[in-house]
């Protein structure tokens, strides 16, 4: 198993900005359409944008019409965890960095095929890097 990768609040701070901090270490969501990877195809690797593990292929983004980035899979199942998450008074599957901890969004199963599943992703929690290989 990988080194997990553990900072205090005022750590994460100093590093992220303020919507990043909201969203990924406080688990707030963007609002759709506003972020910079929801109608993005580059092609490329999204990274965990606190520690910088790959985590979505370009291969697997599609245009799911919600404003959020939105993959089919991720790019190794082994880099994400998934929570049950019953904020709002809803039943969802919060999806987070294994490395760490970062809240990336939430996954539901009305996705495309072959997976059937939706990971609906925040783009602030993601960092698109167009010459890693996919
Ligand atoms: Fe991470």
């Not at 198993?1 to 590093?15: H, R």
């Not at 904020?87 to 960095?97: G, Y």
Request: glycine share 6%; aromatic share 8%.
């Amino acid at each position: 198993m990988k080194e997990k990768i553990t900072k205090t609040a005022d750590e994460w701070l100093n590093e992220l900005t303020v919507e990043q901090f909201h969203v990924c270490r406080d688990k707030g969501t963007e609002r759709p359409f506003s972020g910079k990877y929801h109608d993005s195809k580059e092609p490329g690797v999204y990274s965990c944008a606190c520690c910088g593990e790959p985590l979505f292929s370009s291969e697997t983004k599609f245009d799911s019409g919600t404003g959020w980035p939105s993959f089919y899979a991720p790019m190794d199942p082994e880099h994400i965890h998934t929570e049950v998450d019953t904020s709002h008074s809803m039943h969802r599957t919060e999806v987070v960095c294994a490395r760490c901890d970062a809240h990336l969004g939430h996954v539901f199963e009305d996705g495309p095929q072959p997976t059937g599943l939706r990971y609906c992703i925040n783009s602030v929690s993601l960092d698109l890097d167009e010459d890693k290989e996919t």
